[in-house]
């Protein structure tokens, strides 16, 4: 194996493929409505089918559920309703066993407000726990500054027993710890050691940039109050204590991270990811999935050569010695086909696997959240009462009751934007509930499951097919992973034609985005050049010069 490849030093997790599971939504094996962990080692041939290479398990610990396990009571124990620590064992050693690698979610901007900690701190002023949350006494002036939840409204939460505030900067169910108390940090890394130990494979890091807070607490300047995260990630120690974090508990381990980077700038990302650095591995830059949010937070419609140039930005913005990641959704977005595609049923799949392509073709390790691979599509939200997210719960009071929007427009939003598209339920088969579950699911299946499920995706949807056959080029080719990258048609407003090269290989993405065939000078002479891959069958003879509606092919030059 050589050492590096265009300049980059090799490393598993460069060239491995990410399949994330929201455990809640992915099967479940007892019927009582919630996905568990011995549901998901039932579906391991339906990821190792894939060929992926990593499992990121969205959290699995023991959790009231205020955020859908984003609010963990004990970082030791598994949830109850997703099973025991045998079973997850079992999980992990099921997944080993198939080469798989298992990367776990580590929440630790905040606890749960009943992790004993908290409950602890919350009891008086000179608890040993008191300095492990963030409190500040009350002046009669109501909270100590204008800070926002993520989820709405204050977040600052008046505490009966002190009568003092603490800060949750998502939900009250959610304190945030402080990280500027090393005994706070000595319990992370010990509980990292315990999973390490266990033999997963490295983190996913929940809000990481948030753990350091800025000095002072100062108050939210105007400009900024509809994107809060720009304040709140960046305190002053946010890279001592992930270089800390690195030697105390990841370092004798070989192991992946990846940090959640809201509120990270291109400009700041070196500074978590360069490999001089020992910090993080990688992290999730948010400007894909906020291509359609406009300066509020609301949906806003899109353009190509916008998105086109987030990733010529992500290229210039790292060097060799940084790793992007390629991702463009997960449990806190709407589904890739409704969103960038085209889920009207004569172009779903279509569409589906021109995502694919790209994000199989890009640099950057990808990562494919669950039911992507089957082509999931938005739910039809109808009601209010068709919603489980704290979230949306919270902005419909902040918005509907208080009347400064109607019903009708709040859920034309959260069609676009509601993080619970991608919580309903994996679609299995055509059996009740999409099969996963005989009983009651705890969030309703998307009514399109018997057109859209994993058992027809074997046989007939190309999705499936086509997932696993872009994972295994990728592999295949050093190119696909460590190739340069350049957009050959930047400005185009249909087409996404970019080249990756090695010195020994090149090839070619040409991807249309949009139902009408569209004219293209720069696709290859293909008596000349092979096309590798296609989401259009073989004897539908290709346009040298024209790409079909939501056609993607890839070149090897
Ligand atoms: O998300 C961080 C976060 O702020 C997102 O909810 C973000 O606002 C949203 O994706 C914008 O599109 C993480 C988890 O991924 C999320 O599920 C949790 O609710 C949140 O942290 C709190 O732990
Ligand atoms: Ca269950």
């Not at 994330?20 to 089918?49: A, E, T």
Request: charged content about 25%; overall charge negative; some cysteine.
């Amino acid at each position: 194996m050589t050492e590096t490849i265009n300049g980059y030093t090799r490393r598993w997790w460069k060239e491995a493929v990410v399949y994330q599971i929201y455990p809640r939504s992915f099967m479940d094996s007892n019927g009582d409505g919630i996905g568990d962990l011995r549901g998901i080692i039932d579906k391991v041939p339906h990821i190792k089918g894939l060929g992926v290479d990593v499992v990121w398990l969205s959290p699995h610990f023991d959790s009231p559920n205020a955020d859908n396990g984003y609010d963990i009571r004990d970082y030791r124990q598994v949830m109850a309703e997703f099973g025991t620590m045998a079973d997850f064992d079992e999980l992990l050693a099921t997944l080993h066993d198939a080469g798989i690698r298992l990367i776990v979610d580590l929440v630790v901007n905040h606890s749960s407000d009943e992790h004993v900690w908290f409950a602890e701190s919350r009891t008086s002023r000179d608890n040993p726990y008191r300095d492990y949350y963030i409190w500040r006494p009350d002046d009669g002036n109501g909270p100590p500054n204008n800070w926002t939840s993520i989820f709405t409204g204050s977040a600052w939460q008046k505490d009966e027993a002190t009568g003092d505030y603490y800060l949750h900067l998502f939900a009250t169910k959610q304190p945030d710890l402080n990280w500027d108390n090393p005994a706070v940090r000595g319990e992370v890394y010990d509980l990292m050691r315990f999973w390490l130990d266990k033999g997963v494979d490295g983190f996913r890091m929940d809000v990481i940039p948030f753990i350091s807070k800025v000095p002072g607490l100062p108050d939210l300047p105007e400009d900024i109050r509809a994107k809060p995260q720009f304040l709140y990630a960046n305190g002053p120690r946010v890279h001592d204590y992930l270089q800390e974090m690195r030697r105390e508990a990841l370092e004798p381990y070989d192991t992946m991270t990846v940090g959640e980077a809201f509120g990270v700038t291109l400009a700041q990302t070196p500074l978590f990811v360069d490999d001089r650095r020992g910090e993080l591995d990688m992290i999730f830059q948010f400007d894909t999935v906020e291509i359609d949010r406009g300066a509020d937070g609301k949906w806003k419609s899109w353009f190509l050569p916008d998105f086109k140039a987030i990733f010529a930005r992500h290229d210039a913005a790292l060097d060799t010695h940084g790793w992007p990641t390629a991702f463009f959704s997960n449990h806190d977005n709407p589904r890739i086909v409704s969103r960038y595609g085209d889920d009207r049923p004569q172009w779903r799949e279509k569409s589906a696997l021109v995502m694919a392509a790209l994000l199989l073709t890009l640099k950057g390790t990808p990562f494919i959240y669950q039911g992507d691979e089957i082509g999931m599509t938005n739910y039809p939200f109808t009601d209010i009462a068709q919603f489980d997210d704290l979230w949306v719960k919270g902005m419909w009071r902040q918005e509907v009751d208080s009347g400064r929007v109607t019903p009708e427009a709040f859920l034309a939003n959260q069609n676009k934007v509601s993080r619970d598209h991608s919580r309903t339920p994996m679609q299995w088969s055509s059996a009740p509930n999409g099969g996963f579950t005989t009983g009651t699911p705890w969030l309703a299946a998307n009514p399109n499951f018997p057109e859209i499920n994993a058992d027809r995706a074997a046989e007939t949807n190309e999705v499936y097919r086509g997932y696993a056959e872009l994972i295994a080029l990728r592999h295949a080719y050093p190119a696909m992973v460590y190739g340069d990258y350049a957009d050959l048609l930047p400005d185009h407003p249909h087409l996404f034609v970019f080249t990756r090269r090695t010195a020994d290989e090149s090839f070619m993405i040409a991807l249309n985005f949009s139902a009408d065939a569209q004219p293209c000078e720069r696709l290859p002479d293909t008596g000349a050049h092979a096309i590798s891959w296609s989401n259009y069958s073989a004897s539908e003879a290709p346009d040298a010069s024209t790409l079909r509606g939501w056609e993607a092919r890839i070149y090897k030059l």
